[in-house]
């Protein structure tokens, strides 16, 4: 069992940055692959960034070039560096453990205009 616990999330200005942090504990020999979701109000979670143990990294397009998924290597923290943050870019940050299937309870991140 993986237990995640997010942090880092706030309110920004457009074209603002922060930093989340996503920090594991229990099983975090098992995890394999860390993904970072968000979902906005009214819609439905999307994913955002996904990072693989061997350093595979996955992008949403939306968030291309801006943000960027890391992770220390025994991947029992991971972070998600977000810069030019756009009010589009505004939800309830969650991290995800794909292999555990666990899930954080999720930071909020408000970027105004």
């Known amino acids: 069992q993986v237990q995640l616990v997010e942090s880092g999330g706030g309110l920004v200005q457009t074209g603002g940055s922060l930093r989340l942090s996503c920090s594991a504990s229990g099983s975090i020999f098992s995890i394999s692959e860390m993904l970072w979701f968000r979902q906005a109000p009214g819609s439905q979670r999307e994913m955002v960034a996904t990072l693989t143990r061997s350093g595979h990294r996955i992008y949403a397009d939306s968030v291309r070039g801006r943000f960027t998924i890391s992770s220390g290597d025994a991947m029992n923290t991971v972070s998600l560096e977000m810069n030019n943050l756009q009010p589009e870019d505004t939800g309830v940050y969650y991290c995800?453990?794909?292999?555990?299937?666990?899930w954080g309870q999720g930071t909020q991140v408000t970027v105004s205009l």
């Open positions: 995800h453990s794909r292999h555990s299937g666990s």
